[in-house]
């Protein structure tokens, strides 16, 4: 019973970046959604203490970069130049899309309108957070196109030249899909 456990527990380096590369954008958002919100109303936005609403708007920053960066993981771990400049346009889009689903989860109406330009006006005013954002996104794309380059690399087994008796009834598109085998 513990081998079960410990093997569904097992990643490969490429899933074990993906998932540092989650954890690392997920506290960046996190951190940026209570710096956004610090700011909001000066001193009074967020109270001194730890109350549910302070807990609420760090959940809905961690919520929105979880979602945020699963909605633009297309863009990131491409390799080369062009793998760079698209995670540029993927940091954009993962900002906007966690500053939409922080907002929303925080204030429903307002904040799914206003978090966006709200994060837009606090990278223009301070430059350094919005660096810090882009870092982070650097840092998850490298470390995601290591699973990426992982699935590239897996060796399949050599293909004989006649079909499989199992495979036979099967398409050739079927074979070359689900067995990667080709007619």
């Known amino acids: 019973m513990s081998s079960r456990r410990t093997s569904m527990f097992r990643m490969s380096k490429g899933e074990k970046a993906y998932?540092?590369?989650?954890?690392?954008?997920?506290?960046?958002?996190?951190?940026?959604?209570?710096y956004v919100m610090a700011g909001v109303e000066s001193v009074d936005a967020l109270p001194a203490g730890q109350s549910f609403y302070s807990v609420w708007t760090l959940i809905s920053g961690v919520i929105g970069g979880a979602l945020a960066l699963y909605a633009a993981r297309g863009w990131l771990g491409e390799r080369g130049t062009f793998g760079w400049m698209r995670a540029l346009v993927g940091g954009t889009a993962a900002a906007l899309i966690a500053a939409v689903i922080a907002g929303t989860l925080i204030s429903p109406v307002y904040g799914t309108f206003y978090a966006p330009v709200m994060l837009?006006?606090?990278?223009?005013?301070?430059?350094?957070?919005?660096?810090?954002?882009?870092?982070?996104?650097?840092?998850?794309?490298?470390?995601?196109?290591?699973?990426?380059?992982?699935?590239?690399?897996?060796?399949?087994?050599a293909q004989d030249d006649e079909p499989h008796e199992v495979t036979s009834p099967l398409s050739s598109l079927s074979r070359a899909n689900l067995y990667h085998q080709r007619d």
């Open 120 to 157: 837009a006006t606090e990278f223009m005013e301070n430059p350094t957070i919005g660096l810090g954002w882009y870092a982070a996104i650097l840092v998850a794309h490298h470390l995601m196109s290591s699973l990426r380059y992982e699935g590239e690399t897996w060796d399949y087994p």
């Open 19 to 34: 998932a540092v590369a989650y954890a690392i954008v997920v506290s960046v958002a996190a951190g940026l959604t209570m």
